[in-house]
C-alpha cells in the first residue's frame, strides 16, 4: 500500500514542487483509472496482448488419464468417491468392477446411506457418484433409504436466495427435483419386488414431474420395455402422461431413424404437444436478417 | 486541511482503489468435476488466452473473479475457462448421431459479431439469487451483454459444474441469436402446460430429427409449416447436454457424461411447455 509519511525537513525541501507533481501524478492515475473501468486486466498480466478477433483456437491433443481407484471399503468410500468422477467415461467398464468387488461388504452401503441420507447436500455431484455406487452394488438395504430419500418432504438442496428481480433472459434449473430422479432411476436399477412396487408409486404419485418422468422410463428399461411394463405404467400413472411410456432414449448405440420416427409420430399422435409458432419481436426493434434456407445432413456421405 | 493533505489522502484512497483486488468472489473454490476437467489440460496459457477473446471475459467486472490469476480454479475466471473447455473440446463431432456439432455451440457461445448474434460480453455479477445467469440484448448505444452469476461458481452450490456453466453460456448465447434474429427472446412464466419451473423459466420446444441441421447450420431456422426447424434457448441447451452425456470423446470423465445427463433430462422433464418426446441416456448407474 502507497503510504506518504514525510518527515517535517522533507516537506520543506520538496515543498511547492512537489506538491505539483503529486497533482500531476494524480490525474495521471485518475485517467488510467477511467481506462481501467471500461477494459479489465489481461489473464495473469502477463504481455500485452489485447481481445482482438481472428485469434486461433488452440488446438488440444487428449490423453485418457489412468485414475487408480482405491478398493472400495468403508474407509475409502470418501477417497473412492472423490476418484471416480475422473474415470474416463469409456472406462465405466473399471468402476463396475472396481464396485462389485464390494459387493458382499455391507459396512459400505451403511457407510453410502448415510451419506446419502445427510442433507442438506452441499455437493450435488458428490451426491450423484454416491447414487451410482449404491445401484451398482444393488444391494436390497438400500430400498428404504431410497424411498425416503426421494419422498422427503424437506429441501435436499439448500434453498437459494431469492436475489433481486432479474430479467426474463435467465437460466434456472432445479437441482433438488433432478436429485430425487436420479434417486428413482437407482431405485429401479436396484430392482426386486420392494423396489419395484417403490418405482411404480412414485411414477404415479410423486408431486415432482421429473421424477415421475424418470421413474416411467427407469422402470422400462429395467424390465426389458416389454409390452407387460408398458401396460402396468398405463394402469397407474397420470392420464397426461401416459402419453410418455416408451418414448426413445438419444444415446450413442441408438438407431438414429427409429428415433426420429418415435418422436415424429409422438408429435403426430398428439397434436396438442406441438409448439407455439416462434413470436417475432415488434416490428420496430426487428433486426432484419432474413432466414438462410439449408440442405438436411447427409448421413451416407463421409466426412471430417 | 491544506492542500498537500488533500493530495495525499486522495492519493493513498486512489491507490487503495487500484491496488490488485482481492481474489474474492461468490464461494471461492474448486470441487471435484471441475478439478476433474481442469485435470484434462493443466493450466493451459493459450487456452485462457484465447476464451478471454473469444468470450469476451474482458470487462472489469472479471478483475477481483480472478482474472489476474487464470489458473486458480477456486475462481471464477478460471471455472469459466473450464466451462468453455467443455464447449469447445468434450464432443466426438459424431456426424450420424449427434444434434450440432461442437462449432456450433461453440460459434454461438463466443461473442464476437458473427452469423448468430451481434457482438456481445460477458460479465461476472456478484448475484446470489436463483438465476444462474441472465442476457441483455438490445442495450441503446452498448454492447449486448451476458451476465454470469455466482450460482455457476459458488463452491458447494448446486449450479457450481463445469458442463452446467458450459451449457449456460450456450444457453446464454442463444438469447443473443433471438434477438439478431428478430424474435423474442424472453423466457415464459411457469408453471405452465408441462413445464414445472418457476418465473422465466419455460421454453417450447421445436423437435427436430437428428440430421434435420447439418454440422455449422445451427444458426439457420426454417418457419415453413411443414418443416418448422427452430430453437429455444432452453432446447439447444439441452441438445448441448445430451451430445456431452452420449457422444463425447472417450477421455472425457464420467462426472462430466453424467451431470450432462442428469441436467439435460430434467430440463427435457420440466422446462418445457410442450412434453418433449424422448430421454437422454440409459437410466444406468455408470
Avoid at chain 1, 500485452?48 to 486461433?56: A, F, I, N, W
Wanted: with cysteine.
Amino acid at each position: 500500500m502507497l503510504t506518504l509519511a514525510m518527515s517535517p525537513a522533507r516537506q520543506r525541501h520538496f515543498g511547492g514542487r512537489c506538491t505539483r507533481r503529486m497533482i500531476w501524478c494524480l490525474a495521471c492515475v485518475i485517467s488510467a483509472s477511467a481506462f481501467a473501468e471500461e477494459s479489465g486486466r489481461e489473464p495473469s498480466g502477463l504481455g500485452l496482448t489485447q481481445p482482438s478477433e481472428g485469434v486461433s483456437k488452440p488446438p488440444f491433443v487428449s490423453r485418457e488419464s489412468v485414475v487408480n481407484l482405491p478398493l472400495l471399503t468403508a474407509k475409502t468410500i470418501d477417497d473412492f468417491l472423490g476418484r471416480v468422477g475422473s474415470i474416463p467415461h469409456s472406462q465405466a467398464e473399471s468402476i463396475r468392477a472396481a464396485v462389485a468387488r464390494a459387493a458382499a461388504d455391507q459396512a459400505v452401503v451403511e457407510e453410502l446411506l448415510k451419506r446419502l441420507l445427510t442433507t442438506p447436500i452441499t455437493d450435488v455431484g458428490r451426491h450423484l457418484m454416491i447414487l451410482s455406487t449404491l445401484g451398482e452394488l444393488r444391494n436390497p438395504r438400500a430400498v428404504e433409504p431410497l424411498k425416503e430419500f426421494i419422498w422427503s418432504d424437506r429441501p435436499l438442496v439448500p434453498p437459494q436466495q431469492p436475489g433481486e428481480s432479474v430479467d426474463t433472459r435467465t437460466s434456472f434449473f432445479n437441482h433438488d427435483g433432478a436429485l430425487r430422479a436420479r434417486a428413482a432411476e437407482i431405485l429401479a436399477y436396484i430392482g426386486g419386488r420392494d423396489a419395484d412396487a417403490a418405482v411404480l408409486e412414485i411414477a404415479a404419485r410423486h408431486p415432482g414431474a421429473e421424477v415421475r418422468i424418470a421413474a416411467i422410463d427407469a422402470y422400462l428399461f429395467n424390465h426389458a420395455d416389454s409390452a407387460e411394463a408398458k401396460e402396468e405404467l398405463a394402469r397407474i400413472v397420470r392420464a397426461e402422461e401416459r402419453k410418455l411410456i416408451g418414448i426413445p432414449r438419444f444415446k450413442r448405440g441408438m438407431d438414429v431413424s427409429q428415433f426420429d420416427q418415435l418422436v415424429t409420430d409422438f408429435y403426430r399422435r398428439y397434436p396438442e404437444e406441438m409448439p407455439q409458432w416462434p413470436s417475432r419481436l415488434e416490428e420496430q426493434t426487428l433486426q432484419r436478417t432474413k432466414p438462410r434456407s439449408f440442405p438436411e445432413r447427409q448421413p451416407a456421405e463421409p466426412r471430417r | 486541511m491544506s492542500l498537500r493533505d488533500i493530495v495525499a489522502k486522495s492519493l493513498t484512497g486512489l491507490a487503495l482503489v487500484l491496488a490488485p483486488h482481492q481474489a474474492l468472489s461468490c464461494v471461492d473454490g474448486a470441487n471435484a468435476q471441475d478439478t476433474a476437467v481442469r485435470n484434462l489440460y493443466g493450466c493451459w496459457r493459450d487456452l485462457y488466452l484465447w476464451v478471454w477473446q473469444a468470450y469476451q471475459l474482458t470487462d472489469d467486472s472479471w478483475n477481483p473473479a480472478g482474472i489476474s490469476d487464470a489458473c486458480n480454479l477456486a475462481l471464477p475466471f478460471a471455472k469459466t475457462i473450464n466451462g468453455a473447455f467443455v464447449i469447445g473440446y468434450t464432443l466426438s463431432d459424431n456426424h450420424d448421431r449427434q444434434w450440432h456439432s461442437t462449432d456450433d455451440y461453440e460459434t454461438s457461445a463466443r461473442a464476437a459479431s458473427n452469423q448468430y448474434h451481434g457482438p456481445f460480453y460477458q460479465r461476472f455479477i456478484q448475484y446470489n439469487g436463483n438465476a444462474e445467469a441472465d442476457s441483455e440484448v438490445g442495450r441503446v448505444a452498448a454492447r449486448d451483454r451476458t451476465n454470469l452469476h455466482c450460482p455457476i461458481f459458488n463452491l458447494r452450490g448446486p449450479s457450481d459444474d463445469p458442463v452446467n456453466r458450459g451449457s449456460v453460456l450456450v444457453h446464454e448465447s442463444w438469447h443473443h441469436w433471438q434477438h439478431k434474429h428478430g424474435f423474442k427472446s424472453d423466457h415464459m412464466d411457469g408453471p405452465r402446460g408441462a413445464c414445472t419451473a418457476g418465473a422465466g423459466a419455460c421454453d417450447w420446444f421445436y423437435f427436430h430429427r437428428v440430421g434435420r441441421f447439418e454440422f455449422g447450420q445451427l444458426d439457420r431456422y426454417d418457419l415453413d409449416p411443414n418443416n418448422l426447424a427452430f430453437h429455444s434457448p432452453y432446447q439447444v441447451q439441452s441438445e448441448f447436454d445430451a451430445d456431452v452425456a452420449e457422444l463425447a470423446k472417450s477421455f472425457v470423465p464420467v462426472s462430466v457424461t453424467q451431470q450432462a445427463r442428469f441436467y439435460g433430462n430434467a430440463r427435457l422433464a420440466t422446462q418445457f411447455v410442450n412434453r418433449v418426446a424422448y430421454r437422454i441416456g440409459d437410466p444406468r448407474p455408470w
